[in-house]
């Protein structure tokens, strides 16, 4: 597995080099061909993303792995990941060290390529086993989580479709913490049209539209509550200081924590577009949403977690989960109704940043862990 980790970290997969994308997939497809079932790659859907100047238009991304196995099986799981990271091919964070304490520091070895190895270690353990037969699943492996999943979130639902639970290999805390419950996340870019003229002569006549922006950006800061953060990010727009500037874009974070907040968060957002476009007199369009719903433990997301706790127990393990205001696809796994556990990867800590580390110990740990819950509900099958 840690070679593995090693030889994957190695390939640069940011989330916007499509070249390095593709080499990952192809690395990764050549590996997880080693299970008794199809593997192909799926195009990626079409997303558009709004420019500095308001522009929309098409953003690439990489193809994601999907593998099939046993669909006749009668107890089918989903399991995920993503290959892209944060670390483009032009960030400074390129190579792998070992540190002193043997934890190892490396672009996407936590979050998550140590994940994907184990993923795979534990599916070619359960394939040994008299159980197997009864495991129908489906592996799928992204290539656009970091960005928020635009081009894959349609397929993560078609997967999630009548699975009796999930597993996702983000990674779990350096204690082995888990995440629980997750709030959800809303990215929108919000296109101010105004209309330009001398900033000496007439400036009575222009529309302003980066104080459009502006005004609006502080009206939703007073949705701000406890189960619900937002985070207006950045205006861009204006031109030279003597033009009244017609245009703008803000672009603002949601993170409700239940669908009743994100549901405020709408009719917050919708009332204050239309007041400042109304008192400032200037066009506004709304680009985006809520990609990542709010992921609440239900019932049934709790007989699951206790399912991989009581299978840490078994094996010396002690696992707790606590919640969080991070996303991943979790969330859209849950939001189809599958129970989910997201957090099955490796130990690791500092994700997202250049001191990213995995603890290589927590890769067998982990692959035994993931195996024997999968062997639990292959006899019960369901959580």
């Known amino acids: 597995m840690l070679e593995q980790v090693l030889g994957w970290s190695a390939v640069n997969s940011g989330s916007r080099n499509l070249a390095g994308l593709k080499v990952m997939a192809g690395l990764l497809g050549d590996a997880f061909a080693a299970l008794p079932g199809e593997v192909a790659l799926v195009p990626p859907d079409p997303v558009e993303v709004v420019g500095a100047d308001g522009s929309v238009c098409q953003m690439e991304h990489g193809d994601h792995l999907l593998v099939t196995v046993r669909p006749e099986a009668p107890v089918q799981l989903l399991f995920t990941g993503h290959y892209d990271t944060v670390f483009g091919a032009d960030h400074p964070f390129q190579e792998t060290r070992t540190l002193p304490d043997g934890r190892i520091n490396g672009p996407g070895t936590a979050d998550m390529k140590g994940g994907l190895a184990l993923m795979l270690a534990a599916l070619k353990a359960v394939e040994t086993t008299p159980l197997a037969d009864r495991i129908g699943y489906q592996v799928l492996i992204d290539s656009d989580e970091e960005v928020g999943s635009p081009s894959s979130a349609a397929l993560i639902a078609r997967c999630a479709r009548g699975k009796a639970a999930a597993f996702t290999y983000e990674p779990a805390l350096p204690d082995g913490t888990l995440a629980g419950a997750r709030a959800g996340s809303g990215n929108f870019s919000i296109v101010v049209r105004g209309r330009s003229a001398h900033a000496g002569r007439n400036p009575e006549d222009g529309r302003n539209a980066v104080l459009a922006a502006a005004d609006l950006a502080l009206r939703l800061e007073k949705a701000i ?153 292959a006899e019960r099958g369901r959580p």
Do not use: Y
């Not at 033009?243 to 204050?272: K, Q």
């Not at 927590?362 to 035994?368: I, K, N, Q, V, W």
């Open 225 to 377: 509550g406890p189960r619900l953060s937002v985070n207006p990010a950045r205006i861009e727009g204006g031109g030279p200081n003597n033009v009244v500037p017609d245009h703008a874009v803000l672009r603002v974070n949601f993170r409700p924590h239940t669908p009743d907040d994100e549901a405020r968060a709408r009719a917050h957002l919708e009332s204050a577009v239309a007041l400042v476009a109304a008192q400032r007199e200037v066009s506004i369009h709304v680009h985006g949403g809520f990609g990542r719903p709010p992921k609440p433990l239900d019932p049934a997301a709790e007989r699951l977690f206790g399912l991989v706790r009581d299978c840490g127990t078994a094996l010396g393990l002690d696992i707790a989960w606590q919640a969080t205001g991070g996303v991943c696809d979790g969330n859209n796994i849950a939001a189809c109704g599958v129970p989910v556990v997201d957090t099955m990867g490796a130990r690791g800590g500092a994700i997202h940043s250049a001191e990213e580390f995995l603890i290589p110990d927590s890769l067998p740990e982990r692959a035994m862990l993931s195996t024997l819950a999968i062997l639990r509900l």
